[in-house]
T-cell receptor, first 113, second 112 residues
Framework: SQQGEEDPQALSIQEGENATMNCSYK?????LQWYRQNSGRGLVHLILIRSNEREKHSGRLRVTLDTSKKSSSLLITASRAADTASYFC?????????????FGSGTRLQVQP | NAGVTQTPKFQVLKTGQSMTLQCAQDMNHNSMYWYRQDPGMGLRLIYYSASEGTTDKGEVPNGYNVSRLNKREFSLRLESAAPSQTSVYFC???????????FGDGTRLSIL
């Protein structure tokens, strides 16, 4: 079953606007990661936030983590057409004993020029 | 800097045929992974290798086998391909388990 569920499934905004994507998960985690996938390409790692962190920044990206609500958000500020891609959250789950990440189904972001 | 290299990029098979998907990384990573991605969906883990010499099943291992040939290479084999295995297959590697992963550009596999 999918651990991470992104919301919304699709998002269309104008260049310059901010884009916010959310990820909810069901079980305890060690860390949560966000990835971007351009059409026809592999995933690219964006940012990792540990379970004891609440917020992290990287350039125009801001990630928050609320472990009490089992949710995370990815904010892209001042979006550009080049930000058009699918965005996935991935969790390092505590419960499975599996030393691998569990990916959500993604949010498709379209940034209109 | 090649990163993670997957071969082939495209393949069409007939039901029942076998084939091996190759993956190599040049980053001296310990952990390697195989995923499949179906249209409009996220990635599902097929098999992974947390370190050289070990392999473990993921969420959807049925119909697949893997070999961690050495630290650089991790192959995925379909012994008897089925139409349900039509998908895009991604290989990834990371320094250690659950650390940021680096992905190849995928193998697009169609089974008729």
């Amino acid at each position: 079953s999918q651990q991470g569920e992104e919301d919304p499934q699709a998002l269309s905004i104008q260049e310059g606007e901010n884009a916010t994507m959310n990820c909810s998960y069901k079980t305890s985690i060690n860390n949560l990661q966000w990835y971007r996938q351009n059409s026809g390409r592999g995933l690219v790692h964006l940012i990792l936030i540990r379970s004891n962190e609440r917020e992290k920044h990287s350039g125009r990206l801001r990630v928050t983590l609320d472990t009490s609500k089992k949710s995370s958000s990815l904010l892209i500020t001042a979006s550009r057409a080049a930000d058009t891609a699918s965005y996935f959250c991935a969790t390092d789950r505590v419960d499975t004993g599996r030393r691998a990440l569990t990916f959500g189904s993604g949010t498709r972001l379209q940034v209109q020029p | 800097n090649a990163g993670v290299t997957q071969t082939p990029k495209f393949q069409v098979l007939k039901t029942g045929q076998s084939m091996t998907l190759q993956c190599a990384q040049d980053m001296n990573h310990n952990s390697m992974y195989w995923y499949r991605q179906d249209p409009g969906m996220g990635l599902r883990l097929i098999y992974y290798s947390a370190s050289e010499g070990t392999t473990d099943k993921g969420e959807v291992p049925n119909g697949y086998n893997v070999s961690r040939l050495n630290k650089r290479e991790f192959s995925l084999r379909l012994e008897s391909a089925a139409p349900s295995q039509t998908s895009v297959y991604f290989c990834a590697s990371s320094v250690g388990s659950n650390q940021p992963q680096h992905f190849g550009d995928g193998t697009r596999l169609s089974i008729l």
